[in-house]
């Protein structure tokens, strides 16, 4: 039996036990709400991760019987969490969106080193893995509801997006996030079906969830994860260990034939999955996805090495959106680009380089063959089911942006964690030193100080700040008439959320954004509250000079004061980072249409905007209005 196992005749420590309900209480409730999609989700699962490392790392400093040392895996990540850290505190242009993307990785690497070192024993990770699929089989329900019941039917009373309707995102807000979540496991449910030895009653049981999982996928109607799965099944045969060539061929082989005869039955029988492929070839590839990896790219040419900075991707994008392309990205939809473009090569190769490092560790390991005898989780048939699975989840993230899914972070994480666990022997049992424990116990104390006093009020900031921005836009787009109650709670939200975040740049411009939309009363009243709007958008403009939209919020606040010639400057300043953005293109002509003698140039600007965004309404009406207004003599 290898170090990092527990013999079942021992009895599992309440230590142990508690780490994996932690584990499971945090991956049920991320996954559940929205996938940890909105920050006042974030905020309970950051808590639940912080408690649980806290569990982790106090078993190492009160208990004096020997347990295997940390597992070298586990080491291998920290590098690339320190480098992000100063990357956020040296580099990142947008602080508030780097630490915020920093905790992302942080809590994956936390996962990983709890499941890989603080959960050993056989009941606790059963126990996690029944779990996973427990919400894997939820997510399904509820995505078969939301596809035949209700479309638009989303968790916590939210309304599906129109583009998404027709498919199946479950419990999490996007089609392709559910997929992701079933390549994990789909794999190791397929592999249990026929697993060696397996009682009638089991088999009939993992058919079952097979079938549902594999309804689910296809209900998704995901081209990249059926595409990712396919090149897992496919690819994984040549790679695997024992046998000679011609057997891991003729694996592939029929790997292959499964896989094209299973694509070909469900394009026969779904019109919506043949409707997704038939866009591929109609407009021969894809279209938005390109643009966003071609800005990665540029953004990294920018800074290879350090890259742009964490967590300013959407940012930064403006830089090179091109014309009529009017979405706001987020992110690259490719993780490994937009890993590079955040962090340049030298984050890239600290992460990826690690995590090529544990797979090439775990591939060339010997299985255990006294595993093949005991639990069925143990087994090499399992494990490697379950790497499979991680695999196809790889490829996914060439098409998505899974890491930045909460619920998929944490998930995908587990099942490494489970994996190298039983691939890769840790170290032998050691007596914990006075030494060891006082640095267990400074760790602790760090991760307790960081996750209260730091993260959870950064998320609380930003959980703030989303919903009264969220309140605001939602009234913008509809066309209807801002009440100054709503302004008022939505301007109290910003205030509170600066306070508990002074750095967040973001809550600094919708702060200024809704002092602005309070003005409307008398000349001095316009001065007065321009002034207040202007102080808020400084701070924002301090904290983070590369984004436009702070600029904009400033040259607005300076109109209404009457100081023409700054705030102008202020909006060339918004083009210049955003020159193809059609909002920037707009202020700056509403700004020229309040100059009597700059009409024309306020109709070209207003017709540019026009021509990046057809749709946008401001810009038409004041065309418009300018069309109707007399020439100043």
């Not at 699962?45 to 912080?50: A, D, F, Q, V």
């Not at 807000?173 to 397929?190: K, Q």
């Not at 079938?211 to 099944?233: C, E, K, N």
């Not at 966003?292 to 890259?307: D, K, M, Y």
């Amino acid at each position: 039996m290898s170090a990092n196992t527990t013999s079942s005749s021992q009895p599992v420590s309440a230590w142990e036990w508690s780490q994996a309900g932690l584990l499971v209480l945090n991956l049920a409730w991320t996954t559940l709400c929205l996938g940890g999609y909105r920050p006042e989700t974030l905020v309970v699962t950051s808590g639940l991760t912080g408690a649980l490392l806290l569990v982790h790392l106090a078993e190492r400093v009160l208990v004096g019987k020997p347990r295997p040392a940390f597992h070298p895996a586990g080491w291998l990540l920290l590098p690339f969490i320190a480098y992000a850290a100063a990357n956020v505190g040296w580099i990142s242009p947008t602080k508030w969106l780097g630490w915020m993307d920093w905790w992302a990785w942080a809590q994956m690497a936390a996962i990983f080193w709890v499941v890989l070192n603080g959960i050993r024993s056989r009941g606790p990770r059963v126990a996690i893995f029944w779990s996973l699929i427990a919400l894997a089989l939820i997510a399904v329900l509820l995505g078969c509801y939301q596809r035949f019941v209700d479309p638009s039917w989303m968790m916590m009373g939210r309304t599906q997006a129109l583009q998404f309707r027709g498919r199946a995102s479950g419990s999490f807000g996007i089609p392709n996030s559910l997929a992701g979540l079933l390549l994990l496991l789909l794999p190791v449910v397929l592999a249990l079906v026929f697993r060696r030895r397996a009682a009638a009653t089991e088999r009939v049981w993992w058919s079952w969830v097979a079938v549902v999982l594999l309804f689910g996928l296809m209900l998704t109607i995901s081209r990249g994860a059926w595409i990712a799965l396919a090149l897992a099944v496919v690819i994984w045969p040549l790679f695997r260990t024992g046998g000679s060539w011609q057997r891991r061929t003729g694996a592939a082989a029929t790997a292959l034939v499964v896989v094209v005869t299973v694509m070909t039955l469900v394009l026969e029988f779904s019109p919506a999955a043949r409707e997704r492929f038939e866009n591929i070839r109609r407009d021969a590839g894809e279209l938005s996805r390109p643009i966003l990896w071609h800005a990665a790219w540029n953004l990294f040419r920018e800074a290879p090495v350090s890259g742009t900075g964490a967590g300013s991707y959407n940012v930064r994008f403006e830089t090179y959106r091109p014309e009529q392309f009017t979405p706001e990205p987020q992110w690259a939809h490719n993780d490994y680009l937009n890993t590079l473009s955040d962090y340049g090569i030298a984050g890239f190769l600290l992460l990826f380089g690690a995590v090529a490092v544990i797979a090439v560790k775990c591939a060339v390991r010997r299985y255990d063959p006294g595993r093949q005898e005991g639990h069925w989780l143990d087994r090499r048939q399992t494990v490697t089911a379950l790497a499979v699975g991680l695999l196809a989840f790889s490829f996914q993230l060439f098409v998505e942006f899974h890491f930045k899914i909460a619920a998929l972070a944490l998930a995908c994480a587990t099942i490494a964690g489970m994996v190298v666990g039983r691939r890769w022997a840790g170290p032998a049992a050691v007596v914990a030193t006075p030494a060891m424990r006082a640095v267990s116990g400074a760790a602790a104390v760090a991760v307790g100080i960081v996750v209260a006093f730091a993260i959870i009020p950064l998320l609380q900031a930003e959980a703030l700040r989303y919903g009264a921005r969220q309140a605001i836009d939602e009234i913008v787009t509809s066309g209807a008439e801002l009440d100054q109650e709503l302004i008022e709670h939505a301007r109290g939200e910003f205030e509170a959320a600066v306070r508990l975040w002074p750095c967040h740049a973001q809550a600094w411009a919708d702060l200024a954004d809704a002092r602005i939309r309070s003005g409307g009363g008398g000349y001095q009243d316009n001065v007065a509250i321009g002034k207040d709007a202007e102080s808020a958008a400084d701070a924002a403009i301090r904290l983070c000079p590369v984004h436009y939209e702070f600029w904009v919020r400033r040259g607005v606040s300076r109109d209404m004061q009457g100081r023409w010639y700054e705030a102008g400057d202020d909006f060339i300043r918004a083009i210049g980072l955003a020159p193809a953005n059609s909002l920037a293109w707009y202020q700056q002509a509403y700004h020229l249409s309040r100059i009597p003698n700059q009409r024309a140039m306020a109709m070209a600007a207003a017709a540019f905007s026009l021509r990046l965004d057809p749709g946008n309404r401001s810009a038409l009406a004041l065309c418009q209005q300018l069309a109707i207004i007399p020439k100043a003599p």
